[in-house]
Structures are given as structure tokens and as C-alpha cells.
């Protein structure tokens, strides 16, 4: 069984920065592609990045490049995000996936349906 736990969400104001974490249990966290996806208020659960098992491939969602950063850390089992620039839009919770590992190990996955296993969410609230 795969459990994924988030942390680091709060209030913080326009231009500010968080580190979201996703810590992971499971043995084979080497070989999961992982992502994170947002959900707004009345929206659809939207993509945010996403990283593949060996963290050579990145994919970005336009509305964040050059602001977020995704890495992972084998060693703890943990996937990171990195937010700068925060700007009111970002507002939303913040979910992380994971899914079961592909080949090749440089393979990103960036639809929801993709992922079979999340977490519960963390909330990030950016004020203006």
C-alpha cells in the first residue's frame, strides 16, 4: 500500500515562497513517477509538475514556470515544491500522486487519471 502525506501548505502573502512536502511510504519510491496537481474552489483538479522515478525529466504547467521547482529525494522518500513569485492564483490545495514505476525512468506523467495513488491535500492560500 502506497500513502502520501503533505505538509507545508499555509497563508502567506503575494511575492512570497513555500516548500510543499510529500513524504511517501512504500519501497519502491525510486521508481515512482511523482506530480503535483492543485484543486481551486469550484475547479477542476488541475496539473501543477511532475517529475519522473530517476528526476532526470521535469514537465511544467505554463502558469508556473520559472516560479516552481519539483525535486525529489530518494534517500527520505520525499518529493518537494519549490513556490516563488506566489501570486493570489496560486491559491488552491495541493495534491500530490504517484504512480507505479514505467520505463523508462525518464517517463513524466501529467493527467490525473495517470495516478493512482494521493494525498490528502494541503492548503495553500496566497493573499494579495
Known amino acids: 500500500q502506497v500513502q502520501l502525506v503533505e505538509s507545508g501548505g499555509r497563508l502567506v502573502q503575494a511575492g512570497g515562497s513555500l516548500r510543499l512536502s510529500c513524504a511517501v511510504s512504500?519501497?519502491?519510491?525510486?521508481?515512482?513517477?511523482m506530480a503535483w496537481f492543485r484543486q481551486a474552489p469550484g475547479k477542476e483538479r488541475d496539473f501543477v509538475v511532475a517529475i519522473s522515478a530517476s528526476g532526470g525529466s521535469t514537465s511544467y504547467a505554463d502558469s508556473v514556470k520559472g516560479r516552481f521547482t519539483i525535486s525529489r529525494d530518494n534517500a527520505k522518500n520525499t518529493v518537494y515544491l519549490q513556490m516563488n513569485s506566489l501570486k493570489p492564483e496560486d491559491t488552491a490545495v495541493y495534491y500530490c500522486?504517484?504512480?507505479?514505476?514505467?520505463?523508462?525512468?525518464?517517463?513524466?506523467?501529467?493527467?490525473?487519471?495517470?495516478?493512482?495513488?494521493w494525498g490528502q491535500g494541503t492548503q495553500v492560500t496566497v493573499s494579495s
Open positions: 500522486a504517484a504512480r507505479w514505476g514505467s520505463l523508462p525512468a525518464t517517463a513524466v506523467f501529467t493527467k490525473p487519471h495517470e495516478y493512482p495513488y
Open positions: 512504500g519501497r519502491s519510491f525510486s521508481s515512482y513517477p
